[in-house]
């Protein structure tokens, strides 16, 4: 789970202005924090399989989300894609 801290930290990184607290871009990169912790989780519980279907709930959410920025804006896409560290 993410603490508070860490989720202001995300979302101040990737506000457009000062006053975004949900744009795509902030969700995709809450998104892509949840997912790297529970694959770490799953280094040491590999049979959690509850928990593996809660992963792929948010893989694909994440993949829906990435698609819509895309689709509005091609730039922006590449820009958090390589500021996350996802894809190539």
Do not use: C
Not at 1 to 28: L, R
């Amino acid at each position: 789970m993410i603490s508070k801290e860490q989720k202001t930290k995300i979302v101040k990184e990737n506000q457009a202005h000062p006053t975004d607290s949900g744009s795509p871009d902030i969700q995709v990169a809450l998104l892509t924090e949840r997912i790297n912790l529970l694959i770490k989780h799953f280094d040491s519980h590999k049979k959690d399989f509850h928990s593996k279907t809660g992963l792929m709930k948010q893989v694909g959410q994440r993949k829906r989300l990435l698609e819509y920025i895309k689709k509005k804006d091609v730039g922006r896409y590449e820009k958090l894609i390589q500021k996350l560290g996802l894809r190539k």
